[in-house]
């Protein structure tokens, strides 16, 4: 990765916006480009776009809705930023937080009438942090399918190209900063050369990196990594050369309910509806209804780096919406049982333990953990548990900016043409990872995305 002076030659090929990264934040910024009569270019590393939109469940965060309206959530973007810097400990940039929700609902709305995605809210079930149903997803709820239908609908926008297999792997800038254009290898080793108006970094951000990992983010160095191996911090190696301001590269998403060692993804549904998590000694350990991201560190703190995820059938028929609760289910990694004592020896916990445990929940109200339990949400037979540990999903520290994701100067000011969107941007997450809340990720993808190809 390497910064560099326009080459001689100039290019042979000229777009108005070029764009490095085919994710959710990506095609998002290429559709909005192209809707202003912009001719854009997609270039993707992979052979097939998917990137970390595609390992998530492809929810996003969203305020004031018809949706939400139609399931009867009153909500507004006010009471959305209010969430954000709660949770964010006051950390996130406000203009930012500010920007992406206002335009988190139009949108939400926009995908779903323009490009005909058929986004509903998750109204059975609370996120931690968040004080109303605000997530909206698509009906397999699986990131996957969120990835898919961005890709169908840039095939059909008019203006927009997209190469694969396509490694960007310089940036071409004028003096002052200005990026004249980008080179990136052929699946053959060769290399092109393309010329831009403004550059679109959508390249999310170092999860993938180990070196950076370490140095940046060093309490989950040695957790399971759940995101996609291209993210190698590429915009933050660029921004670097270019004088780029950086901001809070200690943040990160984690997981702690990631079955293991399947490695699939157990929706946290099962403990905002009353499950509890429990360490090999049949323990509870933490106040599990914080959140999933400051999960990831609690349970690589119990011994073997692992837990057990304890619910029930009711929390399981809500959980079964989410296609990745389904495959572990497939996969036989969720164990049921009638008793305490039988989910126990299923799970190779120790059963007077369990059963002490999960008896003491029957009349709990709060714990010592400072968790307040709902007495309408007890555990009841049939149990089911599953083995989890916790899991990197990806940074969200990155290059600052502004609220259209233009991208700041260290020295102060604004580089003139380049912007940053969803990992490769600073997050609005604070530092460190308890500030993540629940969505956080796409909605600076998405969000960003629509904000920044709409950018002048």
């Known amino acids: 990765m390497s910064v560099a002076p326009p080459p001689a030659g100039g290019f042979a ?12 934040g990506g095609m998002v910024a290429a559709l909005t480009s192209a809707e ?21 469940a492809g929810l996003i965060p969203a305020a004031g809705t018809r949706m939400q309206a139609n399931a009867g959530i009153k909500d ?34 926009w995908l779903a009438e323009t490009h005909d995605m058929p986004f509903s809210v998750v109204a059975d079930f609370d996120y931690p942090g968040h004080s109303t ?46 990026i004249a254009g980008v080179a990136y290898t052929r699946p053959d080793g060769g290399l092109d050369r393309v010329g831009c ?19 940046q983010t060093p309490e989950i160095r040695d957790a399971l990594y759940f995101g996609h191996d291209g993210n190698q911090g590429d915009a933050l190696v660029w921004g670097a ?49 914080l959140g999933y991201s400051e999960a990831a560190r609690e349970v690589l703190r119990q011994p073997g780096g692992e837990a057990y995820a304890i619910f029930d059938s009711r929390i399981a028929s809500i959980a079964r919406q989410f296609e990745d609760f389904r495959a572990a289910e497939t996969a036989g990694a969720i164990v049921t049982a009638d008793t305490p004592e039988a989910l126990a020896a299923r ?29 309408t949400k007890r555990l ?13 999903f990806h940074t969200q520290g990155g290059l600052d900016i502004t609220p259209e994701g233009q991208v700041k100067r260290a020295a102060g000011g604004v580089l003139p043409n380049l912007y940053a969107v969803g990992g490769a941007a600073c997050g609005v997450s604070g530092s460190g990872d308890a500030g993540y809340l629940s969505g956080n990720g796409l909605l600076s993808a998405v969000v960003l995305g629509r904000l920044a190809g709409a950018a002048p």
């Open 36 to 56: 202003q009569g912009r001719s854009c270019l997609i270039l993707e590393r992979d052979a097939v776009q998917a990137g970390s939109t595609a390992l998530s």
């Open 197 to 215: 108006g403004r550059l679109i970094l959508a390249c999310n951000g170092f999860g993938g990196n180990a070196e950076m990992v370490a140095m």
């Open 347 to 375: 799970l190779g916990l120790p059963g007077p333990t369990l059963v002490q445990t999960m008896l003491g929940l029957e009349s709990l109200k709060a714990c010592s953990f400072g968790r307040i339990f709902d007495p």
């Open 380 to 392: 009841r037979p049939p149990y089911h548990g599953v083995r989890v540990t916790g899991a990197l």
């Open 76 to 109: 507004s973007p006010s009471a959305f930023a209010v969430d954000i810097q709660t949770k964010a400990r006051g950390e996130a940039d406000g203009a930012v937080v500010k920007a992406l929700c206002a335009q988190s609902g139009p949108t939400i709305e």
């Open 13 to 24: 090929l000229q777009f108005d916006t070029v764009i490095v990264g085919g994710g959710a």
């Open 241 to 289: 050369g270019l004088g780029a301001a950086t901001r809070h590269l200690d943040a990160y998403q984690g997981h702690g309910n990631v079955a293991h060692p399947h490695g699939i993804l157990v929706t946290w549904a099962v403990m905002a509806e009353g499950g509890v998590q429990v360490n090999r000694e049949g323990k509870r350990f933490w106040n599990e209804s």
């Open 133 to 178: 149903r605000r997530m909206h997803g698509l009906p397999s709820r699986a990131g996957q399918e969120l990835v898919d239908r961005l890709r169908e609908a840039c095939t059909r926008m008019e203006g927009i190209e997209t190469l694969t297999e396509a490694k960007v792997t310089t940036l071409y800038a004028e003096e002052d900063g200005e």
